[in-house]
Every structure is written in C-alpha cells, then in structure tokens.
C-alpha cells in the first residue's frame, strides 16, 4: 500500500462536507507536531550533552584530587556509562531523524491537495538535500558530538587500565 492509499483511506465524496475543513484542521496539527518532534529533539540533545559534560567534568575534578589512582574502579565505571550513554545518544539522534523524515514524506503527500505547498516547496529549494554547497543537514554535525563524547571517555578506560596486569594476566593463565 503506498503512502497516499494510506494517507487517503476516505475519499472526499465519502467523508463528506467538512472534508476540506477537517483536512486543513489535520494538517495543521500535523505541521505542529513535527515541529514538537524537533523540540523534543533539541531537549534531548541538551539533555545527553549537560550529561556528559558534567561526567568530563567530574572525572577531571576527581583525577585532580586523585593522582590518578588507576586501580579506582570509579573511572572504569563512569567510562563504560559514559561510553553507553553517548550511543543511547546517538541512537536517539537517529531515531528523530529517522521519525521527522517520516513526517515530511507525509507532509509533502498532504500538501500535493493544497492551494500550496510550502515545506514541499522550501525542500525543493534546498535541491532535496543532495547539493552540500546548499543545504548541509544538521543531522550530520548533531551525529558528531556523541562520538566525540565518547571517544573522550573511551581515551579515560584507555588511561585508568593496567594494561600490563591485564596482559601478565592472560600470559600466566
């Protein structure tokens, strides 16, 4: 079934005199929770990186006070969460990508029965995102920074672990 026999399950003859009314009710509300969508994004992005900022923080206060302490099992801990808090992080990036582009496609579909079509119209401009000189999706830059959060606290467990214990370890077995 493609996505306008989905969209269109009730043809206007069917529906009908409020058809026009209630589809621009319906659109309208759509329109707005796509732009929810992408607050909610922004709040989660804020959220994860408040996070581990805080975390990068914390083990450079600790460390300070610490000598580094490479047995403290503290840094293997917070580096491992870390570690799985920014995938949690980059999953969710792509989850919103993934959920805001499903709702352009039916963005678009809906607009193909208005006078105009503004999103479908500004997407064209922007040369459907295929031009980088044009239009560079934020997305690609917002992927990022969960990486490099986690490759901070990966260079963490990489510092804090007796690297020659584990290997005499697994020598002596």
């Known amino acids: 079934m493609s996505l306008e026999e989905t969209l269109f399950r009730v043809k206007k003859a069917e529906y009908g005199a409020n058809y026009e009314s209630h589809y621009i009710e319906q659109y309208k509300l759509y329109v707005e929770m796509a732009d929810r ?5 922004q709040s989660a992005n804020s959220f ?15 460390q300070l006070g610490d000598a580094v302490d490479r047995s403290n099992k503290f840094y293997w801990l917070v580096s491992i969460a870390g570690m799985a808090l920014c995938y949690t992080w980059y999953r969710l990036i792509r989850s919103y990508k993934d959920l805001n582009s499903g ?3 039916v963005i678009h579909v809906m607009e193909k029965n208005l006078p105009i079509a503004p999103y479908d119209a500004e997407w064209e401009s922007l040369e459907r995102g ?3 000189k044009i239009y560079h999706p934020f997305t690609r830059v917002e992927m ?7 490759a901070l606290h990966l260079s963490v467990l990489v510092n804090v672990v007796p690297w020659a214990y584990c290997f005499h370890m697994l020598i002596n077995k």
């Open 37 to 41: 969508i992408s607050s909610r994004r």
């Open 130 to 132: 295929k031009n980088p």
């Open 103 to 105: 709702k352009f496609k």
């Open 144 to 150: 990022v920074v969960p990486w490099v959060f986690f």
């Open 48 to 62: 994860f990186l408040s996070v581990n900022t805080a975390v990068v923080a914390l083990i450079g206060y600790v």
